[in-house]
């Protein structure tokens, strides 16, 4: 694990650097990454014990890079099964329509089905590793207030009524869609709650049926049906209710196998373990960050599921806001920073959320030859811009307006997550790219020394944020530095080329901060 263990700026007065409310999977992703950063933080959870039920029930290859970097993705990948198709087809068993999912390109499997209660266990083991985070669990916050030093929490023992102050330079509310931090904050919620109301039934595999591995979409007219192979043996059916049906007819278990036959599911497949009814959410907070104060995941945006992408929005979330913070908190960048938070998240939500709501209405439209199906998702993915074939979610990761220099654009390097290939260190070792990148800024150049494309000015100004400089070569080449990367797929310096450019700031996520011919100062 590379722990950055540095606190050269901590302030012995505060009870910690950062306070976490709540402790679902968005701060728990938190705790991990600012644990790595050496970033002392005390995170308060209500429950004693993780929300039982199953919600989410996938993620994709960039949520799976951001636990790379902090050496969770292959203790995680051990529990997930690959999602390799998405298949649309009628209850009499006809195909309408496939998807097969490509390799991505981000060093990670593109798409992974998961069982999310064991998924958030491994990410608590792995925040165990970092003495910085202390986590308290049966801890309710109560109230939260912040004066121009530091925020100060109130928090509640549930068991014993007691309360006690606790104070940090930055609160992360990731309390949830009733976040009660935003409501003290009185921050408004945008959006609306569609009124449709889902079943949704969880089991557990007992005996296979053909295609169980299967993400299908059932289509007919009477009643659609999302049916989802979860990892570990579990497995998941979700059906909208129609107009003239209520939560009485799916209460007992006589009705929901009723409902199940129908896709041929009976008792010796599965045990029914829960059911439960959701109505989903199209909402976002006005604004997610007041002063020391900042929303994220579910607090800060609540989308319907059909995308698969509001657990890991929220990691991604945490992802972006907490290199920044350590790097404010070390009084490397400027306070005022953190307020790009909110306008790199904010568009990549407001997407993700457009692409789950039009997804919904496919899913409930009946389909009964593969024409309709193919156009109407045609569209949808040509509306959003999104390539087809394979999966609506395989466009590579960009950043909205933020922290860059630069304008951002398809064609520039600027503001895209960088590719993910196979490299080796002159000493012949192979590894995927982010494991030399480590934690920091990264400069890297196509055959070039790419420090030496700095001006004097330029090259200060990322020194001091302890930037790294690094020469690409072609494999076919040879080193000529021990810090050299070796291309072993060509595709590194393909990345680069076919962006035009001989140089890029690699940030501590990923993305791309300034590329050679578009300007390479530090971002203000
Ligand atoms: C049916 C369904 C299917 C879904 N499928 C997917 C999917 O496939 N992929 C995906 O990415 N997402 C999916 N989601 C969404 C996903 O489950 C949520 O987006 C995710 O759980 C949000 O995480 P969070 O940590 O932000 O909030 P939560 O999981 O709600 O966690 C908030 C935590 O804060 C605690 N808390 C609240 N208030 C306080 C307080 N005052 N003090 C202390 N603790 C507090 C709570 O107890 C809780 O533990 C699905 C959701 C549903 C309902």
């Known amino acids: ?90 209850y009499s068993g006809k195909e309408l329509m496939r998807i097969d999912i490509k390799k991505s390109s981000l060093g990670q499997p593109s798409s992974s089905m998961i069982y999310q209660p064991v998924m958030e266990q491994t990410m608590r083991t792995g925040v165990a590793r970092h003495a910085c985070v202390d986590v308290q669990f049966g801890k309710q916050v109560t109230h939260v207030s912040q004066d121009a030093d530091c925020a100060t929490v109130e928090v509640t023992d549930i068991e014993t009524g007691t309360k006690t102050n606790t104070r940090a330079r930055y609160v992360l509310a990731c309390d949830g869609g009733s976040s009660g931090v935003r409501t003290q904050l009185d921050i408004p919620l945008i959006g609306s709650t569609i009124n449709t109301l889902w079943v949704v039934i969880d089991a557990r595999v007992k005996q296979w049926w053909p295609e169980r591995h299967v993400l299908k979409f059932w289509s007919d007219k009477q009643r659609p049906v999302v049916d989802i192979p979860l990892s570990m043996g579990n497995h998941r059916w979700e059906f909208p209710l129609s107009e003239n049906e209520s939560e009485k007819d799916f209460e007992t278990k006589e009705q ?63 992802f972006n806001l907490c290199w920044k913070l350590r790097d404010v908190i070390r009084g490397r960048l400027p306070e005022s920073m953190l307020d790009t938070y909110e306008s ?114 330029e090259r200060k100004a990322w020194d001091a944020l302890g930037t790294r400089y690094i020469t690409v070569r072609s494999a076919d080449g040879s080193a000529r530095s021990d810090t050299d990367i070796m291309d072993m797929e060509g595709s590194l310096l393909k990345w680069l080329r076919d962006r035009k450019t001989k140089a890029v700031v690699v940030r501590p996520d990923r993305f791309v901060a300034a590329a050679y011919g578009s300007g390479l100062s530090v971002p203000n």
Not at 7 to 36: C, H, M, R, S
Not at 46 to 64: E, F, L, P, S
Not at 402 to 419: F, Y
């Open 1 to 90: 694990m590379n722990t950055d263990s540095r606190q050269d700026t901590v302030d012995t007065t505060l009870d910690a650097e950062v306070i976490l409310v709540g402790y679902g999977p968005t701060a728990v992703a938190a705790a991990n990454f600012l644990g790595a950063y050496g970033i002392k933080t005390i995170a308060f959870e209500r429950y004693k014990d993780i929300y039982a039920r199953a919600r989410a029930v996938t993620v994709n290859d960039w949520t799976m890079r951001c636990f790379q970097s902090v050496g969770l993705d292959t203790d995680l990948l051990k529990d997930m099964d690959p999602t390799n198709t998405l298949l649309w087809k009628t």
């Open 256 to 318: 929901l196998w009723k409902m199940l036959s129908t896709m041929g599911i009976t008792p010796e497949h599965v045990d029914i373990h829960q059911h439960a009814f959701y109505r989903h959410h199209v909402r976002r907070a006005a604004h997610w960050r007041e002063g020391r104060v900042f929303l994220l995941g579910d607090a800060a945006h609540m989308m319907p599921p059909w995308a698969g992408q509001g657990m890991q929005s929220g990691i991604r979330d945490s």
């Open 344 to 457: 790199e998240r904010a568009p990549n939500v407001a997407m993700i959320t457009e692409v789950s709501e039009e997804l919904g209405r496919v899913i409930k439209m009946t389909m009964t030859g593969p024409e309709k199906i193919k156009a109407m998702v045609g569209g949808l993915l040509s509306k959003f811009k999104l390539p087809m074939p394979p999966s609506p979610l395989d466009k590579p990761p960009t950043i909205g307006k933020g922290w860059v220099t630069g304008n951002i654009s398809a064609k520039s390097a600027v503001g895209q997550m960088i590719a993910q290939p196979r490299v080796a260190t002159p000493a012949g070792h192979r590894c995927r790219l982010d494991d030399l990148l480590g934690h920091g800024f990264v400069m890297l150049g196509d055959e070039v020394d790419p420090a030496s494309l700095l001006s004097t000015q």
